[in-house]
């Protein structure tokens, strides 16, 4: 009996950053979603549940584990939301636009992402600028158009090609509204209204390395969005009034410069803000009475490394980085807010 075995290096097996599963662009545009959570509901080991008409909370459950503990990615740049019970994130309205590949890593990767991964990360990556669709280095640029039941329409507009200094920018926006139907049923009396949902976004992407200079990446994205709800399904529910403003905003900045053997110094700076507005102004006699909520949360990172040669079989790496972290409650809770700064070296 002959047992024999291969020894994998360590830096090999700490610095591998495994995907369970690598959705492509080709089967997003395939599949024709619009929203990341009709394609999540598709995908084994995870459960998508949706609270009232489009566009309300909606959360993701990994291998049975709740929203809050799947670290959620854009970019790179972390998106839970410290306003939200848990920082949980809601996949309500993160739309496919301009998406390049999405990878969902199931199970625990605290090695890599920290303890927000517990259930899993889901990573979306955005198109890079560059090469356009037909394969040459010109500019392409495509615009869509739908429509359908229910007053429903959207338009989606793409744009990437060369900058000057060999950089190359990408740039998206879409817009979409449906009027929906009713959550409160029109068997009952004063129920009439529809309630619809919309919500617009906008992303760019620079990315180039200029000759003799660093190599730089930068991005971000912007999306809005509102959803009309009601009190419930019986008599005079509907109310017309009451709904949910969403606002997501992030960007990062990534850039790094080979010096020498003992500088190569790589910058990384990322940003996430969330803002929720909950609105019900008195409208009837038989409205209960009037309701403002206002959350926001916010991320902020900043880290600066560098690796440096020291020999044939050795290096050194050092860095440093800082995180905030904040939440508020308008009128509730003013803002409060943790701070992290860390120091390494290998």
Do not use: C
């Not at 999540?40 to 993701?60: D, F, K, M, N």
């Not at 669709?133 to 429903?152: C, M, Y």
């Not at 403002?292 to 044939?312: H, P, R, S």
């Amino acid at each position: 009996i002959l047992v024999r075995a291969e020894r994998v290096p360590i830096e090999e097996m700490m610095n591998k950053v495994r995907a369970d599963r690598t959705i492509t662009s080709q089967e997003i545009s395939r599949k024709g979603y619009n929203f990341l959570h009709q394609l999540l509901s598709e995908e084994a080991g995870i459960h998508v549940v949706r609270s009232g008409p489009q566009g309300g909370q909606t959360s993701v459950f990994l291998h049975g584990l709740k929203s809050e503990h799947i670290l959620v990615l854009v970019d790179g740049v972390p998106m839970n939301d410290p306003s939200s019970p848990g920082r949980a994130y809601d996949f309500s309205h993160l739309s496919l636009l301009n998406v390049d590949r999405i990878e969902i890593v199931k199970g625990p990767d605290s090695i890599h992402y920290g303890s927000d991964a517990l259930a899993g990360v889901i990573k979306i990556w955005t198109k890079p600028g560059g090469k356009g669709a037909t394969g040459d280095k010109n500019w392409n640029s495509i615009l869509r158009g739908e429509g359908g039941s229910f007053k429903s329409y959207g338009m989606q507009a793409e744009t990437r090609g060369p900058l000057p200094s060999t950089y190359h920018l990408n740039l998206a926006g879409e817009f979409y509204n449906t009027r929906g139907f009713s959550a409160a049923s029109s068997h009952y009396p004063g129920n009439e209204e529809e309630d619809g949902f919309w919500r617009q976004s906008a992303q760019a992407k620079i990315e180039g390395r200029s000759e003799g200079l660093l190599h730089l990446i930068l991005g971000g994205k912007w999306e809005k969005s509102k959803t009309e709800l009601d009190q419930g399904g019986g008599p005079y529910q509907d109310d017309l009034n009451y709904s949910l403003k969403q606002e997501n905003s992030s960007y990062f900045i990534e850039a790094d410069k080979v010096m020498g053997r003992f500088w190569s110094p790589v910058l990384k700076i990322k940003s996430a803000s969330h803002v929720k507005i909950a609105n019900d102004a008195k409208d009837s006699t038989t409205d209960t009475g009037t309701l403002f909520e206002f959350y926001k949360g916010k991320n902020d990172v900043i880290a600066l490394q560098n690796t440096g040669i020291l020999g044939d079989d050795s290096k050194l790496t050092m860095g440093v980085e800082g995180a905030r972290e904040s939440m508020e409650i308008r009128g509730i809770m003013p803002e409060r807010s943790v701070t992290n700064q860390a120091l390494f070296v290998s």
